[in-house]
């Protein structure tokens, strides 16, 4: 009974190994929009470039950094209509998504909200399958102001056929309708800057097991060293 025991809980172990796991990308992208925001003017007006705190955004500027999420998110609500599938992800607590713009000193980390959402199986084909999430953080300025930045993507397939449930891994990086979108909120100058920007290179790393995986494996390999080890006493 010991023995079965011991090789259910490596069994698992390794069964968890290859089902959960945090998938990762290493990306450059470039500016592809530039908008503003005013208060007196509310529509978004395009422009070269935007000044803001610590440098000027401009369109082509070089975007670096990494993108990484739980390929077992939670599940907050799953919505269907259809062959339409709608779901969210709540908080999305395993997401990570810096944004490092070289140019304009700025260097986003999520410290706030981390959202996700993926969309497929409608029938209009001016929508596309996506997997797409982002976060947020409060810069507080000393003087009682305060700005908002918002970073998102989206892993975009517009063919209709490489996402559903399962999050996208390694083949995401191929698909053809990736984006990655930047706002500041309350930026001096202008009430808002939107930064719309194309991958042009992305790298997926290793797919790295959670945590729990790791403590998993290691009880079930302490089982049979303990195991083994009585064994060799008897």
Do not use: C
């Not at 706002?183 to 808002?192: D, F, I, P, V």
């Not at 959670?210 to 302490?222: F, I, Q, R, S």
Request: proline content about 3%; hydrophobic content about 35%; aromatic content about 12%.
């Amino acid at each position: 009974m010991k023995k079965i025991l011991t090789v259910a809980l490596v069994g698992l172990a390794f069964s968890n190994a290859s089902q959960a796991a945090i998938y990762s990308f290493e990306y450059t992208a470039r500016v592809s929009k530039v908008e503003e925001e005013t208060r007196l003017n509310t529509t978004r007006t395009s422009v070269n470039s935007s000044s803001v705190a610590g440098g000027t955004i401009s369109v082509g500027d070089k975007i670096t950094g990494v993108i990484s999420y739980d390929s077992n998110a939670p599940i907050s609500t799953r919505h269907v209509n259809g062959s339409a599938v709608s779901i969210s992800y709540g908080y999305l607590d395993s997401l990570e998504l810096s944004v490092n713009f070289a140019a304009a000193g700025i260097h986003f980390e999520p410290n706030s909200y981390k959202w996700g959402y993926t969309f497929y199986g409608h029938t209009n084909p001016a929508l596309t399958n996506s997997f797409s999430a982002g976060s947020y953080r409060y810069n507080f300025i000393p003087g009682g102001s305060m700005t908002q930045e918002t970073a998102s993507f989206q892993f975009g397939d517009s063919t209709g056929t490489k996402i559903g449930d399962a999050l996208p891994g390694a083949e995401a990086a191929g698909f053809d309708s990736n984006w990655l979108r930047y706002q500041l909120l309350n930026n001096g100058n202008a009430e808002g800057v939107y930064v719309t920007a194309d991958f042009t290179d992305m790298k997926f790393t290793q797919a790295v097991p959670e945590p729990e995986t790791y403590a998993m494996l290691l009880v079930g390999l302490a089982a049979i060293g303990w195991r083994r080890r009585k064994t060799i006493n008897a």
